[in-house]
């Protein structure tokens, strides 16, 4: 609860700094553009240190901390933020230097425009020129990272869930700001991405002062414990992260593709991303060191019913939220996006959103059981079956973009994304199930179909509703309204018929709940 309220206030701001970018640049060349500078550190960032770092780091830090200590502890996040440090130190300025060719690789299209002298050639060097600003916030935001791991590690859940808060901060306080300082305002939405950065990384460093876990960074390479997260990271980086390699790869296809592809692709995800962000991850950040202490003290029971609690938790939210996207999203996207330059030009923008955050909808759920089903893996220190279903899935990813791309545009490749996530959460659960690590729970099984039905309702009544009113000329005061009351009544709905169906809150909130409950 304390990770879902603090990650409620970021992605709160989220959506208030994307309304801004939106209002700003809109759908248009520099949106596309931004977005895309700002996707490549930001996917660098989840691959490397929430992805596969975090999932390694995490259950090695359990381990030493209830085994060896806190001393030890100290000496082996000193060793591991210095080693971590220094290559990211490396990357980041390889990432600076080297822009135009990593625009060139991630935006092909746009490469090849500029090569030949195209209409789109400009997008490259502004591509070119804000990646320079927007690389450093992978340097920053990885040591953030790590410093939140070791506070989840010690059960301080909040400063860790409430530094994303900063960096929207940041990026809004940069975009009212500065975009009249700039011929291209894109220039001060990045400018915010790299203070954002610097300040979430100072903010926590008082508190990691006061946990004592603050000490001079060392270059421990040859450590053992170094050594154990180096041997665990490498195959992770295709683990829990392999979602946003996918979301890469669409995004070098959609810079093939018609101006606002990228945009469109962006502010889909990023609706997905409040649910998925709000429950998924609050779950994952909780459960990966429960699960990691569990497994370290042999507790195999506890481990399962850990598990089983997760999972049913994301199908208690994440249900819900997927149904509710589908058929709430158009007003949604008036609300938040539809002003200034987003109104620009001839082509509906908040229905090419809206049928983005359809097709990315469909793989909701499975998005969020990814973010509870890996830590199976990763708290037992095995990163070596996720890399092998993540592959997998990648190439199911690229088999269905091309199958759908050609046809339907982004939505393809939203769509792919979707089915892709899909098989990747029905492997990991396979094979954890085939391990005899988890099964889901005849309990379990008999709440989903109490949780299906109760958001198919949920969703019908908020549709049926939503179409007595002619919400598209109202004022913006009053689709507000409109929306807040659709959202009522959602809820209300939605926990009346799990209410009649006999469902109590022990079901949802008990890890320890068995099949006779």
Known sequence: MIVSAMTMISRILGLVRDAVVANLLGASAAADVFLFANRIPNFLRRLFAEGAFAQAFVPVLSEIKEQQGDDKVRLFVAQAAGTLGTILLIVTLFGVVA?????????????????????NAEKFVLASALLKLTFPYLFFVSLVALSGAVMNVYNRFAVAAFTPVLLNVSIITCAVFLHDKFSVGAYALAIGVFVGGLVQLLFQ????????????????????????????????????????????????????????????????????????????IGIATVILPALSKLHST??????????????????????????????????????????????????????????????????????????????????????????KIGIKTLVLNMVFNIMLAP???????????????????????HQLRKEGVYQFSAMSLGFTFKCLFSSLLMAASVWYVGQQFTWKTWHFTEQVLLLSGLLVLAVFVYFAALFILGVRLNTIKSVATTESN
């Open 99 to 119: 822009s135009p060719v990593i625009a060139a690789l991630f935006g092909t299209g746009w490469f090849i425009d500029w090569w030949q002298g195209g209409e």
């Open 205 to 280: 460093l008082p508190f990691l002062y006061r946990a004592r876990m603050l000490s001079r960074p060392k270059w421990g390479w040859q450590d053992e414990n170094v050594k154990k997260v180096r041997k665990l990271m490498l195959p992770a980086l295709f683990g829990v992260s392999i979602s946003q390699i996918n979301l890469l790869l669409d995004t070098m296809i959609a810079s093939m593709l018609m101006t606002g592809s990228i945009a469109w692709l962006y502010y889909s995800d990023r609706l997905i991303e409040f649910p998925l962000g709000l429950f998924g």
């Open 407 to 429: 046809f339907i545009g982004y939505l393809g490749l939203a769509l792919a994304t979707a089915m892709s996530a899909s098989c990747n959460a029905y492997l990991l659960y």
């Open 298 to 387: 042999k507790s195999t029971k506890d481990f399962q019913l850990t598990l089983d609690w997760g999972v049913r938790f994301v199908i208690f939210l994440g249900l819900p939220a997927m149904f509710g996207l589908m058929v709430i999203s158009p007003l949604i996207i008036t609300v938040l996006f539809d002003h200034g330059a987003f109104q620009n030009g001839e082509i509906d923008h908040v229905k090419a959103v809206s049928y983005g955050v359809m097709a990315y909808s469909v793989g909701l759920v499975s998005f969020m059981l990814i973010k509870v089903l890996a830590p199976g893996f990763y708290s037992r220190q095995d990163t070596k079956t996720p890399v």
